[in-house]
């Protein structure tokens, strides 16, 4: 079984940049794709942004297109999150979570997904 940490989560100016990461247990990290998802305070658990095992093609919700990025490394069993240009809508706590059956990309969603990291949060102020 994958265990998945993420890290890099903190406390933000609107306009700042933060990097999260999610790093993997197992070296099967390498076969899955991969995806962000955010929950914030009251609200339900959203895509946020998603990559194919390979990292050949990412897929992104429309809130956060054009200033997050997301990558991986799998020599490094790890994927991360540049977010850039932060605004207080983002504040959330962050999951990282791995789909092992290869799902599509673009229609990644909560259910997919098989592993799950406990989330790290993000907080931007205005």
């Known amino acids: 079984q994958v265990q998945l940490s993420e890290s890099g989560g903190g406390l933000v100016q609107a306009g700042g940049s933060l990097r999260l990461s999610c790093a993997a247990s197992e070296r099967s990290f390498i076969h899955y794709n991969m995806g962000w998802f955010r929950q914030a305070p009251g609200k339900e658990r959203e895509f946020v942004a998603a990559?194919?095992?390979?990292?050949?093609?990412?897929y992104y919700a429309d809130s956060v297109k054009g200033r997050f990025t997301i990558s991986r490394d799998n020599a490094r069993n790890t994927m991360y999150l540049q977010m850039n240009g932060l605004k207080s809508e983002d504040t959330a706590v962050y999951f990282c979570a791995a789909d092992t059956r290869w799902g599509t990309i673009t229609t990644m969603s909560s259910p997919d997904m098989d592993y799950w990291g406990k989330g790290t949060l993000v907080t931007v102020s205005s």
């Open positions: 990559i194919s095992w390979g990292a050949g093609v990412t």
